[in-house]
C-alpha cells in the first residue's frame, strides 16, 4: 500500500488533474464535514437498517428483482477484507476463488468496511442484516492494507492494492468494485488496471469525499478504466462531500446508508460516501450482466451510461454527475436494448493514455463558459440542486439533477459520447 491510501471518502482528495470540465472552484461555499476514513464518520448510535434502506425503494429494487438478481454474476471486493459469517453474507462468498497469491486473511475484514460495500451489492438481507441491490450475485473478496489495518505484521503480509487487482483480474469476477483511494499515484496499480481491463473487467471507484474540502484528485478513480462514482443522498442530490471533477463517471446512493460500525459487527451505523456509491454502481452493472450474459463490461457500461438519469446532453457531462445516475431498471425493462459495439470502449477518449496507448483519442473538446445557477450538494429546500421529475415511459419518479450539479458542463466535439480525456499520470 502506498501512503496515503484509504477507504474513499476521505478528506485526501485528488492531486491529479482536471480538465477543461472542471471550472475552478465553483464549490467553495459547501460546507465543512467531518470525515475520517474511508466513508464519513458513522454515527456512534446503531440504527434502523430497514428505514435506511432507502435505495432499495429509491431503485425500485422489488420491481429490479422480478427480472434479475445479479444472479451468475461475481464481484471483486477490493477493501479491507470481507466477513463471509454475517448473516446477510452466508453463502454470498467465494473464498475458494481467491488466487492463494493474496489469499491471506482475506476474511478477517479488520474495521468492517469491506464487509458492508459487500452487503451493499450482494446481500440477502438474511437476519436483519443489509439487503444488497444484486441479492444473488456472488462476492470474491480481497484484502489489501488501507488506513485501519494498523498492526505492521499484518501489513506485511496483505497484498497491496495493484497485486489484489491483477489477482481480481484472474478470477472469473466480471466486476472489480474499489472503495478506496488515496493521493498518491502508484505506476503499478495503473498498470494493474490497464491489464483487468484487457481481461474485460468493469471497474467502478469511488471519486473521494473531499468534495467540501480541497477536491483534489484521488486514485484509483483517476486512473483509465475506473468508472468513478459520486454519492447521492434520497432526493438524489449530490453529497456535499462527493469529490466532482472530470474523474465522475456516474452517481448512485451513497449519503444515510447503513455499514457496520466496526470489526466486531454487532451493529450498524448510520454513515455515507461515495464507497457506498461505488458498490451500488458494482450492483447496479451486475443486475444487467445477468440479464445479458453475452455483453462485454464495454456493452453493461455503455447501458448504463446511455440509460443515465440526466436532465443534460450525454455529451456534456456533468462536473458533479459525469453521466448521470444509474438506473440499472431503465436497462433490464428496454425491449431490444442495442447495447453498441462488444469490442468499444464507450470511455475511449477518457481511457486513452498516451500515444502507445489504443484506441487514438478524438478531437480534444473545449470547455464551455456555463457557471453553476446554485451552489451544489444543498437539500431540503428551494435552494436545492436536485429535483425529481417524472421517468419516461411511466409514472415513476427517479432523479434527474437540475441547478449547479446539471450546469456545470463542457461543450465538447459532437458526435463523441466521451469528452473527458484522463491524462498520463
Not at 464535514?33 to 431503485?59: C, F, G, H, N
Not at 477518449?349 to 451552489?375: H, I, L, M, Q, V
Amino acid at each position: 500500500m502506498k501512503p496515503g491510501t484509504r477507504r474513499r471518502g476521505t478528506t485526501t482528495a485528488r492531486l491529479t488533474r482536471r480538465n477543461a470540465r472542471r471550472l475552478g472552484a465553483v464549490c467553495s461555499a459547501l460546507g465543512a464535514l467531518v470525515i475520517t476514513s474511508a466513508t464519513l464518520a458513522p454515527e456512534a448510535a446503531a440504527v434502523d437498517i430497514r428505514s435506511k434502506q432507502w435505495y432499495l425503494d429509491t431503485m425500485r429494487a422489488q420491481e429490479l428483482w422480478k427480472i434479475s438478481t445479479g444472479k451468475g454474476v461475481k464481484v471483486a471486493v477490493i477493501d479491507s477484507g470481507v466477513n463471509p459469517e454475517t448473516p446477510s453474507l452466508k453463502g454470498q462468498v467465494l473464498v475458494d476463488e481467491v488466487p492463494t497469491s493474496v489469499a491471506y486473511h482475506v476474511t478477517q475484514d479488520y474495521d468492517g468496511h469491506g464487509t458492508s460495500m459487500a452487503e451493499l451489492i450482494a446481500g440477502t438481507g438474511a437476519g436483519g442484516g443489509i439487503k444488497g441491490v444484486a441479492p444473488d450475485a456472488k462476492i470474491i473478496p480481497f484484502r489489501v492494507a488501507l488506513g485501519g489495518l494498523k498492526d505492521a505484521k499484518e501489513k506485511s503480509k496483505t497484498a497491496d492494492e495493484a497485486h489484489a487487482i491483477r489477482a481480481a483480474a484472474d478470477t472469473d469476477a466480471k466486476i472489480i468494485n474499489m472503495s478506496f483511494g488515496g493521493i498518491y499515484p502508484d505506476s503499478e496499480m495503473k498498470d494493474a488496471m490497464k491489464y483487468a481491463a484487457s481481461k474485460g473487467k468493469l471497474m467502478f471507484a469511488s471519486v473521494g469525499n473531499g468534495g467540501s474540502g480541497k477536491n483534489e484528485s484521488e486514485y484509483p478513480a483517476s486512473y483509465p478504466y475506473a468508472n468513478g462514482v459520486a454519492a447521492l443522498d434520497k432526493n438524489g442530490t449530490v453529497g456535499k462531500f462527493s469529490t466532482h471533477g472530470d474523474d465522475v463517471d456516474l452517481a448512485a446512493p451513497g449519503v444515510d446508508l447503513p455499514i457496520w460500525c466496526d470489526s466486531t459487527f454487532t451493529e450498524y451505523c448510520d454513515s455515507g460516501g461515495t464507497s457506498q456509491a461505488a458498490a451500488i454502481a458494482s450492483a447496479s452493472a451486475a443486475l444487467v450482466w445477468s440479464v445479458h450474459p453475452d455483453w462485454t463490461g464495454n456493452q453493461v457500461l455503455r447501458s448504463l451510461i446511455d440509460t443515465a438519469g440526466r436532465s443534460w446532453p450525454k455529451s456534456k457531462p456533468s462536473n458533479y454527475l459525469g453521466y448521470g445516475i444509474v438506473r440499472p431498471r431503465r436497462v433490464l425493462i428496454a425491449k431490444n436494448i442495442n447495447p453498441g459495439p462488444a469490442n468499444e470502449d464507450p470511455l475511449a477518449y477518457e481511457n486513452y493514455d498516451g500515444p502507445s496507448g489504443s484506441p487514438t483519442p478524438p478531437s480534444s473538446p473545449s470547455p464551455s463558459s456555463g457557471r453553476p445557477a446554485k451552489e451544489a450538494g444543498s437539500s431540503g429546500s428551494s435552494n436545492s440542486a436536485a429535483a425529481k421529475k417524472s421517468d419516461s415511459g411511466d409514472n415513476t419518479q427517479t432523479w434527474v439533477i437540475i441547478g449547479a450539479a446539471a450546469a456545470v458542463l463542457v461543450a465538447g466535439g459532437a458526435g463523441f459520447a466521451v469528452l473527458r480525456a484522463r491524462r498520463n499520470a
